[in-house]
């Protein structure tokens, strides 16, 4: 078993409310325990049932470090299993997406069906069992057509976030969506620093004038109602029956809130970048609804797109982050889209970001740097992602401690 003291020495030395100590940013050790402590014990947003449109359809993609396959079973449920096959280890997919009657390993021709089973080993021994060399699943779960995995053996419990999640996301009408762009960008900074930058604003004014167009950069917390705009925006959608109250768990967040004056979407001019409409409730002027999970993803929903955002440790000071869009799947482009149009404010907001990341590292790798003050009024978020960090850590290091110890039952008998 690994000996965690220093990182657990790390943590301990974190003043409250302030960022993190140097070493969590910066150690190869850190990247390896977040990977154990948080990406293997998480629930991940890793995708839509879109994505699977028939039987065999597959998408092989990382959880953290882990290459995991997603696939659409004969019976049409998605399941999820670990990218590695059970006779020496090979790769069986390639990261990407597919489609396959069952999962032929390229080594040695091991084949599973779609539902993980072994189906033909080639001259094996007598006494060999397929039946024991199945793939490794992981969990997995789908609300409203987004589809959730967790590589714990035990996840933590899915069920409060479906309930008070599922129907916001429901009425985004997900099942009839199409993926129409993908952005994978390589941030050259620790996950946390990413993350931390992603959970909040008080950058946006400064550094994101196209955003500040349409998305309310001063708003609070959980998108708290405090301001006539907000307070007027609530009845709205109370009148509209959507569901917008703020909601929230432990690893999760949600909330629909008003965009600025004369935005109905987050484009660059606040005017919608697609005619037809995901949610065409209200006409489609319904703010934009955020979701969050914590560790590694938000996504944006608008009437008329939602953006996703994913990020992937790759080690202690390299991040991807991967970006998508979803439209209507009845949307054309062209006439009812322009995709550089629609993708615009994203992109150009996540190279700001990357920018602001690369320079957050390279400033946190001086020797001189020390875990700095939240603004209670602007980095709430930042404050609530790096709690759950430390905490979640903390029940980790927790259960690898009472692992060591001796119960006092065997010390007696000792
Ligand atoms: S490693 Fe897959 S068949 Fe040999
Ligand atoms: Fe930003």
Redesign the pocket.
């Known amino acids: 078993m690994q000996d965690y003291a220093r990182i657990a020495a790390a943590f301990d030395a974190r003043p409250p409310g302030h960022s993190l100590p140097r070493s969590l940013y910066l150690d190869e050790e850190v990247f390896t325990f977040d990977q154990v402590a948080l990406f293997r014990r998480a629930w991940m947003h890793v995708g839509f049932e879109i994505e699977f449109p028939a039987t065999g359809s597959y998408q092989s993609i990382k959880i953290g470090d882990a290459p995991v396959i997603l696939i659409r079973d004969r019976s049409g449920q998605i399941r999820g299993f670990h990218n590695t096959?059970r006779?020496?280890?090979?790769e069986l997919c390639p990261e990407g997406s597919g489609k396959a009657a069952r999962l032929v390993?390229p080594?040695?021709?091991?084949t599973y069906d779609l539902a993980g089973k072994l189906i033909f080993a080639g001259r094996m021994q007598d006494g060999f069992d397929p039946a024991q060399h199945g793939l490794r699943p992981i969990h997995v779960e789908t609300v409203a057509g987004t589809v959730y995995a967790c590589l714990a053996e035990t996840p933590p419990d899915f069920e409060p976030y479906r309930r008070a999640v599922g129907p916001m996301l429901a009425v985004h009408n997900f099942q009839n969506a199409k993926v129409v762009h993908t952005a994978t960008l390589l941030e050259r900074a620790n996950w946390k620093l990413v993350m931390e930058n992603a959970r909040e604003c008080y950058h946006c004014a400064g550094r994101h004038p196209e955003l500040a167009i349409t998305f309310p950069i001063f708003a609070k917390g959980n998108f708290e109602t405090i301001s006539e705009h907000e307070a007027n925006f609530d009845r709205r959608m109370l009148q509209l029956v959507l569901p917008s109250a703020p909601a929230e768990g432990a690893w999760w967040q949600a909330a629909r809130f008003p965009l600025n004056e004369g935005a109905v979407s987050m484009t660059m001019d606040g005017s919608r970048g697609v005619a037809k409409l995901m949610c065409p409730t209200g006409d489609g002027d319904i703010g934009s609804l955020r979701w969050a999970l914590e560790p590694n993803s938000f996504a944006h929903s608008t009437g008329d797109f939602t953006f996703t955002f994913y990020c992937q440790p790759i080690n202690a000071r390299e991040t991807l982050v991967i970006g998508k869009w979803l439209v209507h799947k009845d949307a054309v482009e062209g006439v009812d889209y322009d995709l550089a149009k629609l993708v615009e404010l994203w992109d150009t907001t996540n190279l700001q970001d990357r920018d602001l990341c690369e320079l957050n590292q390279r400033g946190v790798n001086s020797p001189a740097y020390t875990p700095g003050p939240y603004s209670e009024i602007s980095e709430a978020l930042v404050h609530r992602f790096t709690d759950y960090y430390c905490a979640t850590a903390r029940a980790f290091l927790d259960e690898q401690q009472a692992a060591r110890t001796p119960t006092s039952s065997a010390a007696i008998a000792a």
């Open positions: 096959c006779h020496r280890g090979a390993c080594y040695h021709q091991w």
